[in-house]
T-cell receptor, first 116, second 114 residues
Framework: NAGVTQTPKFRILKIGQSMTLQCTQD?????MYWYRQDPGMGLKLIYY???????DKGEVPNGYNVSRSTTEDFPLRLELAAPSQTSVYFC???????????????FGPGTRLTVT | AQSVTQLDSQVPVFEEAPVELRCNYS??????LFWYVQYPNQGLQLLLK??????LVESINGFEAEFNKSQTSFHLRKPSVHISDTAEYFC????????????FGSGTRLLVRP
């Protein structure tokens, strides 16, 4: 199993540009998440999905959009990039807590995004 | 709503010394508790978790944490650290009525010196 994969690893955007961060998991997890990590701030939840076709906002959704057309993929879209979106972005996935071993979130390696 | 406080942003310690990383949480409902570790330029990995049962939980690499409901704490301890334990450690909480949503603390950087 590859686990959770993210592309690209690094990206530099100009203000106002848009891009999609890709996330794929091969563990058949129904839950998927996008977080951003800023220095000294821990991780903040941007969006999450409890299954294909179902998404919902987290703590910091402004400036982002998501879709979940398949169980495996959960792309994050940035429209009109702003310097405040400079961060490291992590995708994660998990089973529901009702499943034995559930609750553990598996993280991808991250995408480091700079907006200038 | 839940919140997590990690009071120490950085903990320097000498190799083979004991260490405690502190985590306090607040919640109006019952919670699940987690410690994640992040090595440089990597994603987070689960270190250990408390879901129910024994309040003392252990990881495979010698860390342990104890759930203390009265003090709303879940401190992480290791009796003897190694250089390879140098990493960022995050405490996280989820509520039993919204168990898939993790709230993270701001992290504690453990720096192990020779």
């Amino acid at each position: 199993n590859a686990g959770v994969t993210q592309t690209p690893k690094f990206r530099i955007l100009k203000i106002g540009q848009s891009m999609t961060l890709q996330c794929t998991q091969d563990m058949n997890h129904n839950y998927m998440y996008w977080y951003r990590q800023d220095p000294g701030m821990g991780l903040k939840l941007i969006y999450y999905s409890v299954g294909a076709g179902i998404t919902d906002k987290g703590e910091v959704p402004n400036g982002y959009n998501v879709s979940r057309s398949t169980t495996e993929d959960f792309p994050l879209r940035l429209e009109l990039a702003a310097p405040s979106q400079t961060s490291v972005y992590f995708c994660a996935s998990s089973y529901s807590m009702a499943v034995a071993g559930g609750g553990e979130q598996y993280f991808g390696p991250g995408t480091r995004l700079t907006v200038t | 709503a839940q919140s997590v406080t990690q009071l120490d942003s950085q903990v320097p310690v000498f190799e083979e010394a004991p260490v405690e990383l502190r985590c306090n949480y607040s919640s109006s409902v019952s919670v699940y508790l987690f410690w994640y570790v992040q090595y440089p330029n990597q994603g987070l990995q689960l270190l250990l978790k408390y879901l129910s049962g024994s309040t003392l939980v252990e990881s495979i690499n010698g860390f342990e944490a104890e759930f203390n409901k009265s003090q709303t704490s879940f401190h992480l301890r290791k009796p003897s650290v190694h250089i390879s334990d140098t990493a960022e450690y995050f405490c996280a909480v989820s509520s039993m009525d919204s168990s898939y949503k993790l709230i993270f603390g701001s992290g504690t950087r453990l720096l192990v010196r020779p």
